[in-house]
C-alpha cells in the first residue's frame, strides 16, 4: 500500500461493495413491502445475488493476499528473517490479515445461503468481525507517523467501526432498511476516504503535503465531513434511481416474478373457462 495504487485498489473495493450493498438492500426492500403480509420466503433472485457477493469477496480476498505475499518486494509467505533476526513486511502481513478476514466473511455468506442448519444472522455477524479486525490492525497501523499522515488514517477508523458497529446491529435487528442503507454509506465513506489517503500521502501531481502543518489536520478533518455527505447524497440518490426503476417496471408488467404470477394465473383463468365450456 506504500503507494497511491495501493490505496486506490482497496477503495475501488470498497465503493464497488457500498454500490452493491445499497442497490441489493432497496431491491429487498421493494420486495418485502410488496410482498403479502406475512410472507417470509425471499425471492431466488436475492439468494443468487448472495452467492455472488459471497464469491467475489472469496475472489477478492484471495487474490489481495497474494498480491500482498508475492509482490515484488514483499514477504513471500516469510514472516522472521531469522538470519538478521528481524520480522519480514509486516505491513503486507497485516494488509494479508484484513483481507483473509473479508474472505472467512464471504464464505459464511455462502454458507448461510447453502444451507439452512447455518444459523440467521451468521453472514452479517462474520461482515462485521472482518470491519472490526481491519480497524483493530489500522489502528496500530499508524504509530510513530507524521502527525497528518497518523491523523489520516485515525478518520479512516471512524468509517471502518461505524459500519462494523452498524452490521452488528443487523445480527440482532432485522430487514431494517435505515441501518442497511447506513452500512453501505460506511462502505462508500470507507472507499472514497482511501483515495483520499492516497491523493494526500502519494499526490499524483502537484507540491507534495506538509505532514507536519496543523492547518492540513484542520482541512483533512473538514474534508472528512464533506466526503460522509457525498456518500449520504450518492446512498440516497442511488437508493431512490433503484426504487423509481423497479416501481416502473412492476407497474409496467416488466418484473419477471410478477409477470410469472401474471402469466399462470392467466392460464389457469383460461383453464377454468374451457372446462366449463366442455361441461356446457
Known sequence: MANFGGHAIPGSFFLLLGFWLTVKYVLQYYWRTSQPKGRQIMSPFFKRMNFLEGGLLIFGSFVGIMIEQFVVDGPHAHLYDTEHHSWVKLMNWQHGTMYLFFGICGI??????????????????????ALFVEGFLFYYHVHMR?????????LLLVAVFGGSASV????????????????ACMFILQGSWFYQIGFVLYPLSGPQW??????NIMFIT??????????????????SFVWL??????????DIEIGM???????????????ESDEE
Not at 507524521?146 to 485515525?154: E, G, Q, V, Y
Not at 452488528?168 to 431494517?176: P, S, Y
Not at 426503476?245 to 416488466?254: I, P, Y
Not at 404470477?261 to 372446462?275: D, I, M, V, W, Y
Open 108 to 129: 459464511a455468506i455462502v454458507a448461510r445461503n447453502s444451507s439452512k442448519l447455518v444459523p440467521v444472522g451468521v453472514d452479517h455477524l462474520f461482515l462485521s468481525l
Open 146 to 154: 507524521p502527525p497528518l499522515d497518523a491523523h489520516i488514517h485515525t
Open 168 to 183: 452488528m446491529v443487523e445480527v440482532f435487528i432485522k430487514d431494517n432498511i435505515v441501518l442497511e442503507l447506513f452500512g
Open 210 to 215: 506538509d505532514l507536519k502543518l496543523h492547518d
Open 222 to 239: 473538514m474534508c472528512f465531513c464533506w466526503h460522509l455527505a457525498v456518500a449520504l447524497l450518492l446512498v440516497a440518490s442511488t437508493s
Open 245 to 254: 426503476t423497479v416501481k416502473r417496471f412492476s407497474e409496467k408488467g416488466q
Open 261 to 275: 404470477r401474471n402469466t399462470s394465473s392467466k392460464r389457469s383463468s383460461q383453464k377454468a373457462l374451457l372446462e
